[in-house]
Structures are given as C-alpha cells and as structure tokens.
C-alpha cells in the first residue's frame, strides 16, 4: 500500500523477513514501560516528531497503548522545501489521527552565527529551549524522544573518540529530570522492520545520508563494520552498558564517601584538602567526578592545581577552581565590582555596597569588634570612599604604632584566598584608609585622650 502523501516519506506494505525478530516490539515496549517508566501513564506526554522513521514509530507505539500523547514539531528551516514538506507531513499526521499537534519554525542559521554554535548545536539548544517552554506552559508532565539503541552506540562511539570519564561511555539515559527515551532498548532494525510491518509513513532526512558529520559516518562506515565483526554486536553492547552503569554507580559512591573526608563546603564554596586529596591512590577520579558537573573541560590543568602556586585558576563556563595554599576552592565565577562608592557628609547610613551606618557620640559605648570600629572624627574628611583594594595600597594596622603595611602583605599574612580578597572591602579618607572592613582598623585615626568627636562606623 504506497503512500500518497508528498516528498520524501516512505512506507512498506511487504512483510520483511526480519519481521520475526520484531512481532513482538509492541508487547515489549509495554513490559518496558510498565516496569521502568510507570509513571508515564495517565500523564500528559509531549512528543518529539520530527517526521522521521523513529519519532513516527513511537508516536504510533504510544497511540496503540492509548498514552495520552500531544506532538511537538520543529522547523528548522535547514533544507528548504524539505524542510516545510517535513511540517506538513507531520500536521497532516496530526489532522488525519486527532493528535493534537504544537508547531514552531526557528532561523536555526542565524541563531547558529550569532551564538557562535555549530548548526548541530544551535538546533539542539532551540528546540529544548522550545520544548521546556511547551512543557511549563501546557501542563505536560514529561517530553518523550525516540532516541534508541543506535543512538546510544554513536553517542559511546563519539565521546570515546573525543575523550570522556566513564560517565561519556554509559549511553543516552532512559530519563533525565522530564526527558524519557521508551526505545533506548530498541535498535534501528526493529524500527525500521516495525515501520515497515504495520505500514507507518516517514519522511526521510537526505542530511542523513551526508558522512561529513561525525555522527552520520559512524552511522554508516562503522558501526556496519562492528556489526559485521559481530552479529549480536548490539546485544554484547547493551549488555556492556550496563555494566559500565554499575562501574559508574560504584564510583560514584566511592566519590561521595571520599567527598565527606576531604571536601568542606563553605559559604557557597567547596574546599578541598589537597594534603587529604593526594593521599589518595586515583585522586584524579576523585577530582573528575566532583568537578565535571560543573563544566570543566581542563583537566590537566585541573590535575596541576595540586602542585601548583597559590592563586592559580582553572575556569568553566560558570565556575573557577583555585589553588589557595593546601586548598582547592571550587565557586561560582562573579564579576567583581570595582565602582567606587561616595559616602557624604551628613550621610548617617548606605545601603551599597555594604549596609554602614554611621554616627557620632562623644565616648566608646562598646568594644570594637570586625563589624564596629571607633574613629577620630577630626582626622576625617568626607566624602569617604569604598572601594576595593588596589596594587600598592597600604595602611598602619591598629596596634602596630603607625608602622605602614602594605595591604597585599597583610593579605598574605593572614592567609585569604583570591576569592577573600576580592570580596574585601576598604574605607578611605581621600587616598588613607580608615578600614579594612571587617578585618582591621588603622591606626592613625583611632580615638584618643584629646579626641572630643567620635564616629562610630557600624557594617550591619
């Protein structure tokens, strides 16, 4: 029975005879979803349908055991007519079996040249950005793609070539957070001999056929090699998956136990004892599985923080770990402000950049502490200044009798991170600082015998 519809789409009426190996794909994607992904029934499911072989076998699984299932297509506008011949086959599709369908057209190229993405990457990035927008404005409870074994294969096969932890060799998951993959266990020729069995229509991608993308000459050149190596190459590497997920879980509760001996969580930071850390025999795994959720990519240079000078860094996208002394310091990358805030005269309190309050008396009603300090009014001229500490500023400690210090030493001395310092602030009188706020007062403005105005400077 040929397809009468447009472009591309193809359907097989003949029975194949690798359909023996697949009669049964329905009842074991049942079993499937009955054992690992209960949860999905009775829940709003949106589809991903890009008119190809696979999306269009799942939508047709999904309907057969009545899941209730709303279709997601993307315009990706990459191959002309062929991509909006793919849009109207899906929407006709939709119309012909009551699926209600969600439809949106990206300018994938441009996106692509302004965001500095490879075409791959940029159409991946809209349309998750597009799908979880689906998800939390329409009530749909998960997203379900048609990501199967084959996929899985490729995926191993590209983060083996280009390097990976052993996270990179455990395949595609089954679900992460509201993304299901009900055919990871399902290889490209059950769904192509399930397609053609049951008459299913799809678009075919000509892209596809292209081996000047990575994953496409894996798709053709080797895997059909290692399947020729192996007639149950498929099987052997489901089986090895699992295997490399059991490893994976052991190490990963390995690096949660090590995690509470060596790691002290601070303040939004993470410290790590490089003395404890390199007692141990791999430390280097250890590092790897805490530090890669946070996008590092370095890992040599990661590895050399241990042996390395303190201040050194290593960066991500949104995360820097720094070598501070015989400590690791992992944190969020912020930008550091380097405005220079006015405190006028007559000016009682600010709120930025820190909460101060100021006022004047005649006598110190309580001890000094690092939040409240005592000054000579007199030797004061406003405005006052904060501002973070510059190379070769310098100040004469309280208690240190006017001998000058430089600010960076002092630093030194008392053992702060880059991190500490650069989230430091400093008081000034013109170019002389009062305060290093919350650390140390200077000496040359503390009250006196003789001293009749006193200002008391207060961080809330």
């Not at 209960?38 to 009545?66: C, E, T, W, Y």
């Not at 404005?137 to 070539?161: M, R």
């Not at 949660?256 to 001996?261: C, F, K, L, N, T």
């Not at 950049?353 to 005649?362: A, G, M, Q, Y």
């Amino acid at each position: 029975m040929p397809f009468k519809g447009e472009g591309n789409a193809q359907c097989f009426g003949e029975l194949s005879p690798l359909i023996s190996l697949t009669l049964n794909m329905l009842s074991e994607l049942k079993t499937h979803l009955e054992n690992n992904l209960p949860f999905l029934r009775n829940k709003k499911l949106l589809v991903a349908v890009s008119g190809g072989i696979d999306s269009m076998v799942i939508l047709h699984l999904l309907a057969q055991l009545n899941y209730d299932i709303t279709i997601a297509h993307c315009n990706f506008n990459l191959r002309g007519k062929e991509s909006d011949g793919d849009e109207g086959f899906v929407r006709d599709y939709a119309k012909k079996n009551k699926i209600k369908i969600f439809v949106t057209s990206f300018d994938t190229k441009s996106f692509a040249s302004d965001n500095k993405l490879s075409i791959q990457v940029a159409a991946r990035q809209l349309r998750y950005l597009w799908f979880n927008e689906l998800l939390d404005d329409n009530g749909f409870d998960y997203l379900i793609t048609a990501h199967h074994l084959d996929d899985t294969i490729e995926t191993f096969l590209i983060n083996f070539i280009r390097g990976t932890g052993i996270e990179g060799l455990t395949g595609i998951p089954l679900q992460n957070e509201r993304i299901t993959r009900p055919l990871l266990n399902f290889t490209r020729v059950q769904i192509e001999t399930y397609a053609k069995r049951h008459d299913i229509a799809w678009r075919e991608d000509s892209s596809n056929s292209s081996t000047k993308y990575l994953r496409n000459k894996l798709r053709h050149e080797i895997v059909p090699q290692l399947k020729d190596l192996n007639p149950a190459f498929a099987d052997a590497f489901l089986q090895t998956i699992q295997n490399l997920k059991q490893t994976a879980s052991l190490a990963h509760d390995a690096a949660i136990v090590i995690y509470q001996q060596v790691v002290a969580e601070k303040e939004g930071q993470k410290h790590i004892d490089v003395n404890q850390l390199l007692r141990l025999p791999n430390y280097k795994a250890y590092l790897y599985q805490w530090l890669n959720p946070f996008g590092f990519t370095a890992w040599e240079d990661i590895y050399a923080l241990t042996e390395a000078q303190p201040g050194k860094q290593v960066l991500s996208a949104g995360y820097r770990i720094l070598k501070d002394r015989d400590v690791l310091i992992l944190e969020p990358i912020k930008s550091v402000d380097r405005k220079i805030y006015e405190i006028s005269e007559g000016v009682t309190s600010v709120s930025e950049p820190l909460s101060i309050k100021l006022e004047f008396t005649t006598e110190i009603s309580v001890e000094s502490t690092k939040n409240v300090i005592f000054v000579n009014n007199n030797l004061i001229n406003f405005p006052l200044f904060v501002r973070k500490w510059q190379e070769g500023d310098y100040f004469c400690p309280h208690g240190m009798k006017g001998l000058k210090k430089k600010v960076s030493k002092y630093f030194k001395d008392e053992k702060m991170s880059l991190s500490d310092k650069e989230n430091t602030w400093i008081l000034c009188s013109g170019n002389e600082i009062i305060w290093i706020i919350g650390r140390r007062a200077d000496d040359r403005f503390k009250v006196r015998n003789t001293t009749d105005t006193i200002l008391k400077i207060e961080v809330l």
